[in-house]
């Protein structure tokens, strides 16, 4: 068995991918835009006088932290349609997108709730002395400033979803890895396509990582101190380079 | 008024005047209740027994028709607090905006002044605290003296009835007191209303109409500050005066 170069460099340039990429992609963000919501009602929650309010999202945290995401997302195609007699049979996309989103909303509410909580308690005081309601106080004051400690763990999740949407091939979302696995065993060449897949799935997350540090210059995560001089593609990659640099 | 965390007393049944435009010190022992009292004047905290009237209302709290007290909505308490400025030991400004934008943050979103008033107020008011250089600079970047002067500035855009002050020096290096000082004492030659804890002696018997001892969630005593610094009746407030004096 040798690699097929030629194969392998035909692959790579090929449309096979494209269609698949974006599944992904967007399939990544939307998932990610549920998760950032649901964290968000369920840090709220979690941090709310309202016993019962705390009790759902204590429960929520732990049905969807406590069991696999690839059993979950098995039950929103499979497990929904079962019970509900088909009234509700969801799409195998829509199906995905509402699994990862509904798991990674638990995981968000941890990350949300850490950020709101590192938040300086004298912030709230002081807007609230100055006549600023509950919500607003949130919204102007407490959230914005949560957002700088909110946007790496963030990125993270972010970059674990792009990953863990592989799973969808179980229900045949046609995501990137599904289609390695259509190609794959057709011809048996499972190194050249997986290596294919992985620099997909390796460009992806190098664009996700270089706007998040984009987003993090310009929420000011990295402030005065870093001077913000030029910084190179390497230093942008791995933040912490970046902060080494500029000492 | 009465409060208690849990079942620990703090405030024990405390009755006090201002006059508008009057300006009182409260003194006491750490633990003695003062920033308790403080925050329950604008109703940070909860009271257990009694009313407090601010500019004849009561804040935090409706009477209804039994002569039950029934706290008041989140909306109804704020638009009260809005009249009450308070300035904290930790200064406590917005840590994401700038001089201006701390100023400018509630006229703007509270009181819904249009930006471009709000800007022309907010920069009078730092110039008016000797600031004006500063506005467009973040918090982290002043000194802990210039700090206070932008948060007086702050609880001044609100154009508040009445000023609370918990330890606004408390915090600050010997020689940033001063200017701080400085900017309280020219607000109450302005006739400003204000209640100022503080440990700074010079400043109460300067600038202060009337100094109020508070220890162990009592009155103690209660005095100009000319009597109350010469001839102090009470055993405790000469005690405290002997430590801090
Ligand atoms: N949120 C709270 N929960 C429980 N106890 C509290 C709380 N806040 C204050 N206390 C208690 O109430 C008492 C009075 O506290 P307070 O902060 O009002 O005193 P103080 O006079 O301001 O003291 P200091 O000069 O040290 O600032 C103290 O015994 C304190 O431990
Ligand atoms: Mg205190």
Same mark, same amino acid.
């Given at each position: 068995?040798?690699?097929?170069?030629? !194969?392998?460099?035909?692959?790579?340039?090929?449309?096979?991918?494209?269609?698949?990429?974006?599944?992904?992609?967007?399939?990544?963000?939307?998932?990610?835009?549920?998760?950032?919501?649901?964290?968000?009602?369920?840090?709220?929650?979690?941090?709310?006088?309202?016993?019962?309010?705390?009790?759902?999202?204590?429960?929520?945290?732990?049905?969807?932290?406590?069991?696999?995401?690839?059993?979950?997302?098995?039950?929103?195609?499979?497990?929904?349609?079962?019970?509900?007699?088909?009234?509700?049979?969801?799409?195998?996309?829509?199906?995905?997108?509402?699994?990862?989103?509904?798991?990674?909303?638990? !995981?968000?509410?941890?990350?949300?709730?850490?950020?709101?909580?590192?938040?300086?308690?004298?912030?709230?005081?002081?807007?609230?002395?100055?006549?600023?309601?509950?919500?607003?106080?949130?919204?102007?004051?407490?959230?914005?400033?949560?957002?700088?400690?909110?946007?790496?763990?963030?990125?993270?999740?972010?970059?674990?979803?792009?990953?863990?949407?592989?799973?969808?091939?179980?229900?045949?979302?046609?995501?990137?890895?599904?289609?390695?696995?259509?190609?794959?065993?057709?011809?048996?060449? !499972?190194?050249?396509?997986?290596?294919?897949?992985?620099?997909? !799935?390796?460009?992806?997350?190098?664009?996700?990582?270089?706007?998040?540090?984009?987003?993090?210059?310009?929420?000011?995560?990295?402030?005065?101190?870093?001077?913000?001089?030029?910084?190179?593609?390497?230093?942008?990659?791995?933040?912490?380079?970046?902060?080494?640099?500029?000492? | 008024?009465?409060?208690?965390?849990? $079942?620990?007393?703090?405030?024990?049944?405390?009755?006090?005047?201002?006059?508008?435009?009057?300006?009182?010190?409260?003194?006491?022992? $750490?633990?003695?209740?003062?920033?308790?009292?403080?925050?329950?004047?604008?109703?940070?905290?909860?009271?257990?027994?009694?009313?407090?009237?601010?500019?004849?209302?009561?804040?935090?709290?409706?009477?209804?028709?039994?002569?039950?007290?029934?706290?008041? $909505?989140?909306?109804?308490?704020?638009?009260?607090?809005?009249?009450?400025?308070?300035?904290?030991?930790?200064?406590?400004?917005?840590?994401?905006?700038?001089?201006?934008?701390?100023?400018?943050?509630?006229?703007?979103?509270?009181?819904?002044?249009?930006?471009?008033?709000?800007?022309?107020?907010?920069?009078?008011?730092?110039?008016?605290?000797?600031?004006?250089?500063?506005?467009?600079?973040? /918090?982290?970047?002043?000194?802990?003296?210039?700090?206070?002067?932008?948060?007086?500035?702050?609880?001044?855009?609100?154009?508040?009835?009445?000023?609370?002050?918990?330890?606004?020096? $408390?915090?600050?290096?010997?020689?940033?007191?001063?200017?701080?000082?400085?900017?309280?004492?020219?607000?109450?030659?302005?006739?400003?209303?204000?209640?100022?804890?503080?440990?700074?002696?010079?400043?109460?018997?300067?600038?202060?109409?009337?100094?109020?001892?508070?220890?162990?969630?009592?009155?103690?005593?209660?005095? /100009? /500050?000319?009597?109350?610094?010469?001839? /102090?009746?009470?055993?405790?407030?000469?005690?405290?005066?002997?430590?801090?004096?």
């Amino acid at each position: 068995m040798t690699f097929d170069f030629p !194969y392998f460099w035909h692959l790579l340039f090929s449309t096979a991918f494209l269609a698949p990429a974006w599944t992904t992609f967007w399939v990544t963000v939307a998932a990610m835009a549920i998760g950032l919501a649901l964290g968000l009602f369920g840090a709220l929650g979690a941090m709310s006088r309202h016993s019962s309010l705390r009790w759902i999202v204590a429960g929520y945290l732990w049905l969807v932290r406590g069991t696999p995401v690839l059993v979950q997302i098995v039950f929103w195609y499979d497990a929904v349609a079962e019970l509900t007699n088909n009234i509700i049979n969801l799409p195998a996309l829509i199906a995905g997108v509402v699994a990862l989103g509904i798991n990674e909303g638990a !995981y968000m509410t941890e990350i949300v709730r850490a950020g709101l909580l590192s938040v300086d308690p004298g912030q709230r005081e002081a807007a609230r002395s100055l006549g600023m309601t509950n919500a607003l106080t949130m919204r102007r004051i407490v959230i914005p400033q949560a957002v700088r400690i909110i946007i790496p763990p963030t990125g993270n999740q972010f970059i674990g979803m792009l990953k863990t949407t592989s799973l969808l091939f179980t229900i045949a979302v046609p995501e990137i890895f599904a289609q390695g696995t259509n190609i794959y065993t057709v011809n048996f060449r !499972y190194f050249e396509v997986l290596c294919v897949v992985s620099i997909w !799935y390796l460009a992806l997350t190098t664009v996700l990582t270089l706007a998040q540090r984009r987003l993090e210059r310009r929420v000011g995560l990295e402030r005065a101190r870093l001077g913000g001089a030029g910084q190179g593609l390497l230093s942008r990659l791995f933040g912490a380079g970046a902060a080494r640099e500029a000492r | 008024m009465h409060k208690r965390f849990g $079942s620990l007393e703090v405030l024990k049944g405390i009755t006090m005047d201002v006059a508008a435009g009057e300006v009182v010190c409260l003194l006491g022992p $750490s633990g003695g209740g003062k920033t308790t009292l403080l925050r329950c004047i604008n109703h940070l905290e909860t009271i257990d027994a009694g009313t407090i009237r601010v500019d004849g209302e009561m804040v935090g709290y409706r009477l209804l028709p039994g002569g039950r007290l029934r706290e008041e $909505s989140d909306r109804v308490v704020s638009a009260r607090r809005a009249r009450i400025g308070m300035v904290f030991q930790r200064f406590n400004l917005f840590a994401h905006l700038t001089a201006l934008e701390n100023v400018c943050e509630a006229p703007v979103h509270v009181r819904r002044v249009p930006r471009a008033a709000a800007r022309e107020l907010g920069m009078a008011l730092l110039a008016r605290v000797g600031l004006a250089d500063k506005a467009h600079v973040h /918090p982290h970047h002043l000194s802990g003296g210039q700090q206070q002067r932008v948060a007086i500035a702050r609880a001044l855009a609100m154009d508040p009835k009445l000023m609370l002050f918990d330890e606004p020096t $408390s915090a600050l290096d010997p020689e940033l007191v001063g200017e701080v000082l400085e900017t309280m004492r020219g607000l109450a030659e302005g006739g400003m209303t204000m209640i100022v804890v503080t440990h700074e002696m010079g400043f109460a018997r300067e600038a202060a109409d009337r100094v109020v001892m508070l220890d162990g969630g009592v009155i103690v005593e209660e005095a /100009p /500050p000319a009597e109350f610094f010469a001839a /102090p009746r009470h055993e405790r407030t000469r005690s405290f005066l002997g430590k801090v004096l």
